[in-house]
């Protein structure tokens, strides 16, 4: 069975940092492009930040840009999202996502969920002072 399983998320106050990890499981991460993903209540789902398979290219949403840093470790089977200076707009449940077949990570930023091909359950960001 494929799985993600996301993990970091938590409180932390406004400037904060944390570090969010994607670990997969029933299949490796050598061939998945992964993204980032976020949702906060009554807002849509944005993709936050996206990593190709090698890690070469990446992409950032605007309201990130600067702040968070995705990274990959394909031999731990498990992707990363540094997350500083953070503010409570960040506030927000975060996925993590993987699929074969996208080819670029600004295409797998703007894919809707519903054509990826894993997903996980979501960690918990909590902004707040």
């Known amino acids: 069975q494929l799985q993600l399983v996301e993990s970091g998320g938590g409180l932390v106050h406004p400037g904060g940092s944390l570090r969010l990890s994607c670990a997969a499981s029933?299949?490796?991460?050598?061939?998945?492009?992964i993204g980032w993903f976020r949702q906060a209540p009554g807002k849509e789902r944005e993709g936050v930040s996206c990593?190709?398979?090698?890690?070469?290219?990446?992409n950032y949403a605007d309201s990130v840009w600067g702040r968070f840093t995705i990274s990959r470790d394909n031999a731990r089977n498990t992707v990363y999202l540094q997350m500083n200076s953070l503010k409570p707009d960040d506030t927000a449940v975060y996925y993590c996502?993987?699929?074969?077949?996208?080819?670029?990570?600004?295409?797998?930023?703007?894919?809707?969920?519903?054509?990826?091909?894993?997903w996980g359950q979501g960690t918990l960001v909590t902004v707040s002072s």
């Open positions: 996502a993987a699929d074969s077949g996208i080819t670029t990570a600004q295409a797998m930023c703007n894919t809707p969920r519903e054509f990826l091909e894993v």
């Open positions: 990593i190709s398979t090698s890690g070469v290219d990446t």
């Open positions: 029933g299949f490796t991460l050598d061939y998945y492009i």
